[in-house]
């Protein structure tokens, strides 16, 4: 949650701080601040309720003069959404200003100690205390910044991502990383950017350097980069290089993220394949099966650990491991298998899914399955960030930047690597022919096109959604691999347009939902032709029984449910499997034009963030 942006060097930099804000909006926009040492040697906090937007007007007639700022844009925890609980949050004698991502859990204590000591408090955040602790720390030991940040974060507990600057000190930015994402970037002319993420730093340089847990940076114009830890010693990151290009992280035409980014959904597969699946289109080589081949082959069991729509991603990946490489598998809330005392084997294989790779109950779920000796997989988007450095293998889903807060190519991008994941373990393990993998490896490469062609269907959805936007309630149904692309359309619905969804296995309808259903009811059924297509037309009749209105995505071709739906939304043939990769493209869709019938801000949805870096 939150984002962070940092600058020092020779521009001006509060354009930099606001373009890094609007790069990182999706994180967080409950309201934005920044802070900036002015060229008269002020230091200037400015804050606002809202979008950025409403920070950049708000500076309209301010002194945004200087070279060194820090800026932050919030997703509420502590303390309601207002300008006072904004960051940057000034230390008390107005010398510090700090930003903060993630949860102080030992707040209430150091703030009580703090107070005793007469320290006074303006907001009712969690952050404002570590820039009241730091300061008090140097002021009361006669410590630099850089010291008192080290005797401060040995006193904090929780996670942190946090920036520092000091109005007497305007030369230098300290920030510091505990289990929330924090990247450096290293500019040509002696500069540093500092960010959550990539996004905001790719305009200005593509060297990096991903700060790790228990790092402190000092960032200083014309030195080289200091990292240390807290007992102050030196630390060698390895500096990277970034390949998001601005094409990814501007709307090209499209009226919003979310569009773009279900539109580029072929061509992210095709990268996604690429390099993985060979010329031939017959054999799939992954190194992370050439690399550990013995533990994966020999698992006793797999164990998904993974939120939200990874989630809906993973219980795809049950049913392809469980078909084709005949290994057991359970799919878990990374927020539950945290808490409970799960039995993990050595033998086991556990992989966890997140788009951002920064996911905090995902990345305790990792910790918990490393500490009992199981083997971790991690599957994710973003390069560089913690999930990928604390598992033993993985393999990134390369579909560049998802910027839209509700997520859709990274969806499809985590259910085709689990694609080819199962594939080459099942031929690895020799659980199914040559000829059936030859046949599943082609199918899979032929996807994309298929993707576009389901894109087709944009028009059909734009020219019904209209009429689903009275809805208060919506049920979503799907059978077999199909029965979590209905939780993952229901949820679709639910972030965008704040319309109550259900995604329900169709035959377990009966089984209470069915009591929902009436003339008012839209239900969205996935009726694909597979092996159960017979049972889902009898589920889509008793739904039409009770006064329900159907729509129902088929088969193309398909007559037979024509005469029992409403509306009948046709998709190109594939197999089984792969029918996700497909149906999942419709229901983003309805999910997108309902919103916008709706009037809603689509790639920012209330309450929600795209990274969930906090429990």
């Known amino acids: 949650m939150c984002g962070i942006v940092g600058y020092i060097g020779t521009r001006h930099a509060f354009p930099v701080l606001i373009k890094g804000l609007q790069r990182l909006e999706y994180r967080g926009y409950d309201s934005a601040g920044v802070a ?13 309720k809202g979008r ?16 060194v700022g820090i800026a932050h844009t919030r997703w509420a925890t502590h303390g309601e959404p207002s300008s006072t609980n904004a960051h940057p949050h000034y230390s008390a004698s107005g010398r510090l200003a700090l930003i903060h991502n993630g949860i102080i859990e030992n707040y209430l204590t150091l703030k009580e100690n703090l107070v005793s000591r007469g320290i006074t408090f303006k907001s009712a955040t969690d952050s404002e205390v570590l820039v009241q602790l730091v300061e008090y720390i140097m002021l009361s030991n006669g410590l630099e910044l850089l010291e008192a940040v080290q005797v401060a974060l040995h006193q904090v507990i929780g996670a942190y991502a946090i920036a520092i600057i000091d109005r007497d000190h305007p030369d230098t930015i300290v920030c510091a990383r505990q289990s929330s994402p924090l990247v450096v970037g290293l500019g040509a002319d002696g500069a540093f950017y500092l960010a959550s993420d990539a996004s905001p730093i790719a305009e200005y340089t593509d060297r990096v350097v991903y700060l790790n847990d228990g790092d402190i940076a000092v960032l200083q114009l014309g030195k080289p980069l200091q990292v240390v830890n807290m007992e102050n010693e030196t630390q060698h990151p390895k500096v990277k290089q970034i390949d998001v290009t601005l094409g990814q992280l501007e709307k090209g035409g499209y009226p919003f993220f979310m569009l773009k980014e279900i539109f580029e959904q072929p061509h992210c597969l095709r990268d996604c394949m690429r390099g993985r699946i060979n010329v031939e289109g017959n054999r799939i080589t992954l190194s992370a099966v050439i690399d550990y081949r013995e533990k994966l082959v020999n698992a006793r069991r797999i164990i998904i650990v993974a939120c939200g729509t990874s989630w809906h991603a993973g219980l795809i990946g049950k049913q392809l491991f469980e078909s084709l490489c005949r290994i057991p598998v359970e799919v878990e809330y990374a927020s539950e298998f945290r808490y409970r005392d799960p039995v993990i084997f050595p033998d ?4 966890a899914i997140s788009q951002s790779g920064e996911t905090a109950d995902t990345l305790a779920a990792i910790e918990l399955a490393r500490r009992s000796g199981a083997f971790v997989f991690g599957v994710c988007n973003a390069i560089g960030a913690s999930i990928p450095r604390q598992t033993q293998t993985g393999v990134y889903i390369h579909v560049g930047p998802e910027i839209g807060v509700a997520s859709t190519k990274a969806f499809t991008g985590q259910v085709t690597v689990l694609s080819m994941l199962a594939l080459c373990l099942a031929h690895e393990r020799c659980t199914m022919t040559d000829e059936l993998y030859r046949t599943m490896v082609a199918e899979l ?3 994309p096109e298929k993707m576009e062609q389901a894109l087709k269907t944009n028009e059909q959805i734009e020219r019904l959604a209209p009429i689903f936007t009275y809805a208060k309630n919506c049920l979503y149904l799907g059978r077999g691999y199909n029965y979590p692309v209905a939780l993952e359309g229901a949820l679709k619905l639910k972030e965008i347009s704040y319309i109550h969804a259900e995604g329900y296995p169709a035959a377990e309808m009966k089984h209470g939902p069915i009591a929902l259903i009436d003339s008012e009811m839209p239900v969205f059924v996935i009726a694909t032709r597979d092996r159960l297509y017979e049972k889902v037309i009898n589920n889509i009749q008793e739904v039409r029984a009770r006064g329900g ?12 449910i024509r005469q029992f739906a409403d509306h009948i939304i046709e998709l190109p043939d594939t197999l089984e499997c792969f029918q996700p990769l497909i149906a999942s493209i419709p229901l983003q869709l309805i999910a997108y034009h309902i919103a916008v019938c709706k009037g809603k801000d689509v790639d920012r949805p209330r309450n929600l963030a795209k990274s969930v870096t906090v429990e």
């Not at 159907?550 to 398909?558: E, H, P, R, S, Y």
């Open 549 to 560: 209105r159907v729509t129902a995505l088929v088969t193309a071709g398909d007559e037979q």
């Open 445 to 447: 490469t032929h996807i």
């Open 36 to 48: 900036m040492v002015s060229s008269t040697g002020s230091l200037n906090v400015y804050k606002a």
């Open 348 to 351: 086991d294989v556990v992989i």
């Open 52 to 67: 950025v937007a409403d920070l950049e007007a708000y500076c309209e007639e301010k002194d945004t003069s200087g070279s």
